[in-house]
Nanobody, 120 residues
Framework: QVQLVESGGGLVQAGGSLRLSCAASGSILSFNAMGWYRQAPGKQRELVARITTGGPTNYADSVKGRFTISRDNANNTVYLRMNSLKTEDTAVYYC??????????????WGQGTLVTVSS
C-alpha cells in the first residue's frame, strides 16, 4: 500500500504565499509522475502542476510564473510553492502520484486534499 500525506494549506491574503507538501510512503519502487490538482467550489478538478520523471514539467497557464513544483526524491515528497496568490486560487488542492510499487504494480494515488483560501 501507498499513502500520501498532504500539508501546508490554510488562509492567506491575496498577494501572499504558501507552500504545500505531499509525502508518499509505503512500498514504492519508483515514481512516474508527481503533481498537484485543485478543485474550486462548483468547478471541475484541474491540473495545477505536474512533474514527469524523465519528462517535462507542466503548469496550468493560470499559475505560470507564480507557482513552482519541486520534488525531494530522497524523502518521496513533492512540493508546490505558491506565490502572488489570488482569490481565484482558492480551492482544495490534491496531490496525485503515479508510481510503481515494489511488486511492480502501477498505481495512481490521490492525497486527501488540503484547503487553500485566499482572501481579498
Amino acid at each position: 500500500q501507498v499513502q500520501l500525506v498532504e500539508s501546508g494549506g490554510g488562509l492567506v491574503q491575496a498577494g501572499g504565499s504558501l507552500r504545500l507538501s505531499c509525502a508518499a510512503s509505503g512500498s514504492i519502487l519508483s515514481f512516474n509522475a508527481m503533481g498537484w490538482y485543485r478543485q474550486a467550489p462548483g468547478k471541475q478538478r484541474e491540473l495545477v502542476a505536474r512533474i514527469t520523471t524523465g519528462g517535462p514539467t507542466n503548469y496550468a497557464d493560470s499559475v505560470k510564473g507564480r507557482f513552482t513544483i519541486s520534488r525531494d526524491n530522497a524523502n518521496n515528497t513533492v512540493y508546490l510553492r505558491m506565490n502572488s496568490l489570488k482569490t481565484e486560487d482558492t480551492a482544495v488542492y490534491y496531490c496525485d502520484v503515479a508510481l510503481h510499487t515494489t511488486t511492480y504494480r502501477y498505481l495512481e494515488v490521490w492525497g486527501q486534499g488540503t484547503l487553500v483560501t485566499v482572501s481579498s
